[in-house]
């Protein structure tokens, strides 16, 4: 079983400030996957970024980075300058490789307002 | 660009009726999921299914069964809706894993009011 959890409910940052978002994630897998995805107001769900619990140097996507401690069990995800289009829900989640087309481990979600 | 499509964004129906939520990928894609939002909960999984014909129970299969008849397409099908099936219903697709390692490409939504 695998669990997910992000503390904050709800970040507020000034546009081109720097932003972190907490995720804690708990699971009995050996091999698994971690993600961040970005839910805009009325709009489609998209991976902002993905990270391979086997690889040790942090994932990045242009101003999107992670820090990533294996051992804590902690995915945090790091917005630099951040953009107004930024904002929306942000969900950690959490997959397994145990075998089969199981679905994500998802958190309750950040809500993330950017400050003009 | 993998494209994920639902059939309604708003559908409004009563208690008790048969309702059915379409979702349609254009990247034949093995694996497609049916999510289920809710403020406060984030995204519990109902059903998956890895291949035509074959699923499997997610999180919180009661009250819902599934279809998947063709590879590009996954209905969620409510046999009696009820006011707690009231939600905002995701889709979407991935290519065959082990597991979910996979990118997830998520539909529009639908959300589903139920009186």
């Known amino acids: 079983a695998q669990t997910v959890t992000q503390s904050q409910p709800e970040m507020s940052v000034q546009e081109a400030e720097t932003v972190t978002l907490s995720c804690t994630y708990d699971t009995s897998e050996s091999d698994y996957y971690l993600f961040w995805y970005k839910q805009p107001p009325s709009r489609q769900m998209i991976l902002v970024i993905r990270?391979?619990?086997?690889?040790?140097q942090n994932a990045t996507e242009n101003r999107f980075s992670v820090n990533f401690q294996k051992a804590a069990k902690s995915f945090s995800l790091k917005i630099s300058d951040s953009q107004l289009g930024d904002a929306a829900m942000y969900f950690c989640?959490?997959?397994?490789?145990?075998?089969?087309?199981?679905?994500?481990?998802f958190g309750k979600g950040t809500h993330l307002i950017i400050q003009p | 660009d993998v494209k994920v499509t639902q059939s309604s964004r708003y559908l409004v129906k009563r208690t008790g009726e048969k309702v059915f939520l379409e979702c349609v990928q254009d990247m034949d894609h093995e694996n497609m999921f049916w999510y289920r939002q809710d403020p406060g909960l984030g995204l519990r999984l109902i059903y998956f299914?890895?291949?035509?014909?074959m699923k499997e129970k997610g999180d919180i299969p009661e009250g819902y069964s599934v279809s998947r008849e063709k590879k590009e397409r996954f209905s969620l099908i409510l046999e009696s809706a009820s006011t707690n099936q009231t939600s905002m219903y995701l889709c979407?697709?991935?290519?065959w894993g082990s597991g979910s390692t996979d990118t997830q490409y998520f539909g529009p939504g639908t959300r589903l009011t139920v009186l």
């Open positions: 979407a697709s991935s290519l």
């Open positions: 299914s890895y291949d035509v014909k």
């Open positions: 990270q391979e619990a086997y690889k040790q």
């Open positions: 989640a959490s997959g397994g490789s145990g075998g089969g087309a199981d679905g994500l481990t």
